[in-house]
Antibody
């Protein structure tokens, strides 16, 4: 069974840093592009970042560019999002999502999704 | 303000057909596939439709997607109480060079 499990969320002060992780299982992790998508409380979905299977291609939303860094460790079947200079508006549930079967790296073809990890940025 | 425009709410009675629209532009829907996600209360989103009109295995054929010009639609026939959820459309935007989502539509089954 394909499974994505996020961890590492929590409460952090504005300007602080946090790293969230996503543990993947049930599929050949090193052959898939992976993504982070977030959802602020009571709001819609926002794509955050994506990373290709070999980390050759990395993309960020303008809202996080220069502050967030996506990475992966294919040996550990894990995806990461290092978040620095956090702002109140970064408060959200962060989901990791795999690129769907046969998808191209640029499509918002996310399947499956993890259960999410909540990041709260507050003083 | 989302790049893709969806109605904030929709409703229907059991057994009815409901349609949810998603409006974009030439650089978004007009040039790219559309994807639909269902988010049941308190859960992660789930892929419902990919490449504008394809259903993943396990998604009932009551759900269908279509695209015309710069707009797309999700149709649900034989509405059931368990369809009560938030629905999001998504596509790639050539101008923004990134994936974009609609603001979401909350579907209520009366």
């Amino acid at each position: 069974e394909v499974q994505l499990v996020e961890s590492g969320g929590g409460l952090v002060k504005p300007g602080g840093s946090l790293r969230v992780s996503c543990a993947a299982s049930g599929f050949t992790f090193n052959t898939y592009t992976m993504n982070w998508v977030r959802q602020a409380p009571g709001k819609g979905l926002e794509w955050v970042s994506s990373i290709s299977s070999s980390s050759s291609y990395i993309y960020y939303a303008d809202s996080v560019k220069g502050r967030f860094t996506i990475s992966r460790d294919n040996a550990k079947n894990s995806l990461y999002l290092q978040m620095n200079s956090l702002r109140v508006e970064d408060t959200a549930v962060y989901y990791c999502a795999r690129l769907g079967e046969g998808g191209s790296g640029t499509d918002p073809y996310f399947d499956p999704w993890g259960q999410g990890t909540l990041v709260i940025v507050s003083s | 303000q989302s790049v893709l425009t969806q109605p904030p709410s929709a409703s229907g009675t059991p057994g009815q057909r409901v349609s949810i629209s998603c409006s974009g532009s030439m650089s978004s829907i007009g040039s790219n596939y559309v994807y639909w996600y269902q988010q049941l209360p308190g859960t992660a989103p789930k892929l419902l439709i990919y490449r504008s009109n394809q259903r993943p295995s396990g998604v009932p054929d009551r759900f269908s997607g279509s695209k015309s010009g710069t707009s797309a639609s999700l149709a649900i026939t034989g509405l059931r109480s368990e369809d009560e959820a938030d629905y999001y459309c998504a596509t790639w935007d050539d101008s923004l060079s990134g994936p974009v989502f609609g603001g979401g539509t909350q579907l209520t089954v009366l």
